[in-house]
C-alpha cells in the first residue's frame, strides 16, 4: 500500500495495528505425560487454569479439554469429550481461547448440548454472540429488590409459596417425586418472557419425553434448552450449567424476565466431585471436595433482578439421595438460595400432584410481594394443614370425638377442599390472580 492511501480512503488502521500487538502468532504446544481415569497430565503448555486446550490425537477432531491446576511441573487437565486414542507424546495446543457460550434471540426454540451446538436437528443456530461462560461475580448493590410476584402456573406455589421476579428458590425430592413434570408446568405456565431450561445429568432417554410431554410445543418456542445428558464428560455436565446461566443473562441484559430452571443442580455437583477428586482433592463431605462447595454460590448467584436491565428468576431442583434433605449437597442449597419447595414421596404414594409439602416449604420473598389479606388466608390455611397432621393418627384409628376441639373440627370439615385446591393436573396451568382469589375462597 502506497505512503499516504489509509488516510486518502479514511481505512482505520489503527485498531488493526493494535489487535496484532496481542495476537499470539504461533502456538504454544506441550506433550501428552499421562492420563488416568478423568485427568490428563502434560509437559506444557504454558496456559492457566479454566483455558481451554486442544490434544490432537490424530484420530479425527482434535479433543477440547480445559485446564484444572498444576502439580509437580505439569499441566493438569480434563477432557470435554471421550479420552479414547489419546497416546504418550501427542501434542496438546494452547491458543488462549475464553470460555464463551453463544447467546441472542435466534436461540429460542432449540436444543443445545453442553457445548453451545445445536442437537434438535434444525440446522445451524444463525447470528449469535459470544458470551463469558463465567463472567465476574455481580456487584450486590447493583441488585434490584424484590417486589413483583410471578405467576409460576402452579396453584400451590402461586397461592402458599408465592415467587418474586429475580427470586432463586431450591425443588427438593428424591427420585420420581414429580420434578421433572413441576418444571414443564412452570414452564408453559409461567409470566415470564424467556424461559431457559438446563437439563443436567438426565438420562437420555427422558431428555425427548420432557420436551415433548411435560414442556410441549407451546413452551419450547418461548425457551432454550441445554442438554447434557448422564454420559457426557462431568466437564460437559458443568459447562451445561454455566451456559444455561449465560444465556439466561443475555435475555436479562436485554430488559426480559427470564426463568431460568435446572435440573439438577445436584448433578452439577456430583460432576464437581469427579473433576474435584481426579485432580487431588481430599475427599470431605460424603466425599464431596471442598471446590464443590465454593462452586455452587458461584453458580447460582448469578440469577436475580438487576437495576435498570431485566430479571431472571430460578427454580433450581436438588436430588436428596437417600429422600435425606440434611444432605451436604442439599444442605448447602438451602442455605443459599431465597427459598425452597420440598417434594413428599408420602404425598405422591397418593396420587396428590404436585406432590408439594406446604410446611416444610418456605418463599422467603412472599412477604415483600404479596397483601396482607393474601398472606392471612396463606396462614389460615397452613394452620390446618398443621392441625390436621399433629392429628391425623388421633383420627385414623378413630380416637378423636367429633366436637371435642373446635380447630381440629374446622380442620377437618376442609381437608378434602384443601386437597382439592392443592393438587392440580399436569396439562392444566392458571393465573397468579385466579389463584389468589381461589385461596381467598378457601380461607373465608
Not at 441488585?143 to 410476584?149: D, F, L
Request: hydrophobic share 40%; proline share 8%; net charge neutral.
Amino acid at each position: 500500500m502506497a505512503p499516504g492511501l489509509a488516510p486518502e480512503i479514511g481505512f482505520p488502521l489503527d485498531r488493526y495495528i493494535a489487535r496484532l500487538s496481542t495476537v499470539e502468532t504461533a502456538p504454544v504446544v506441550g506433550q501428552v505425560a499421562r492420563v488416568v481415569g478423568l485427568l490428563i497430565e502434560s509437559n506444557g503448555p504454558a496456559a492457566s487454569v479454566g483455558e481451554i486446550c486442544e490434544v490432537r490425537t490424530g484420530r479425527g477432531a482434535p479433543l477440547p479439554v480445559e485446564v484444572v491446576g498444576f502439580r509437580d511441573g505439569r499441566l493438569l487437565s480434563v477432557p470435554l469429550g471421550d479420552t479414547t486414542g489419546i497416546r504418550p507424546g501427542d501434542p496438546i495446543v494452547s491458543r488462549g481461547n475464553a470460555l464463551t457460550v453463544p447467546v441472542g434471540p435466534t436461540l429460542l426454540g432449540r436444543v443445545i448440548d453442553g457445548l453451545g451446538r445445536p442437537i434438535d436437528g434444525k440446522g445451524p443456530l444463525g447470528a449469535v454472540d459470544q458470551a463469558p461462560l463465567r463472567p465476574d461475580a455481580l456487584n450486590p448493590m447493583a441488585r434490584e429488590p424484590i417486589r413483583t410476584p410471578i405467576g409460576t402456573g402452579v396453584r400451590a406455589i402461586d397461592a402458599m409459596l408465592t415467587c418474586g421476579r429475580g427470586q432463586r428458590i431450591g425443588v427438593f425430592g428424591g427420585s420420581g417425586v414429580g420434578k421433572s413434570t413441576l418444571l414443564g408446568m412452570m414452564a408453559r405456565g409461567t409470566e415470564a418472557d424467556v424461559v431457559v431450561l438446563a437439563l443436567i445429568g438426565e438420562r437420555g432417554r427422558e431428555v425427548r419425553s420432557f420436551l415433548e410431554h411435560d414442556l410441549g410445543p407451546e413452551g419450547l418456542a418461548r425457551s432454550v434448552v441445554v442438554v447434557s445428558t448422564s454420559d457426557s464428560p462431568p466437564l460437559t455436565r458443568q459447562r451445561a450449567a454455566y451456559a444455561a446461566t449465560a444465556i439466561a443473562e443475555a435475555f436479562r441484559d436485554r430488559g426480559q424476565h427470564v426463568l431460568l430452571m435446572m435440573d439438577s443442580v445436584t448433578r452439577f455437583a456430583m460432576a464437581q466431585r469427579e473433576v474435584g477428586l481426579a485432580a487431588g482433592e481430599p475427599p470431605t463431605a460424603k466425599g464431596y471436595p471442598p471446590s464443590v462447595f465454593a462452586r455452587l454460590p458461584g453458580l447460582l448467584e448469578r440469577a436475580g433482578a438487576m437495576r435498570g436491565r431485566g430479571s431472571i428468576t430460578a427454580f433450581y431442583t436438588v436430588l436428596v439421595e437417600g429422600d435425606d434433605h440434611n444432605e451436604p449437597i442439599a444442605d448447602a442449597v438451602r442455605g443459599i438460595l431465597d427459598g425452597h419447595i420440598v417434594l413428599s414421596r408420602d404425598l405422591a404414594a397418593r396420587n396428590h400432584y404436585p406432590a408439594i409439602d406446604i410446611l416444610p416449604s418456605v418463599s422467603r420473598t412472599m412477604p415483600d410481594v404479596t397483601t396482607p389479606e393474601h398472606r392471612m388466608h396463606a396462614a389460615t390455611v397452613r394452620e390446618w394443614l398443621a392441625t390436621l397432621r399433629d392429628n391425623e393418627d388421633l383420627v385414623s384409628v378413630g380416637a378423636y370425638v367429633a366436637g371435642s376441639n373446635p380447630r381440629i373440627d374446622t380442620a377437618l370439615a376442609r381437608r378434602d377442599a384443601i386437597s382439592r385446591f392443592l393438587c392440580q393436573p399436569a396439562d392444566t396451568c392458571g393465573r397468579l390472580t385466579d389463584h389468589i382469589a381461589q385461596l381467598a375462597a378457601l380461607a373465608s
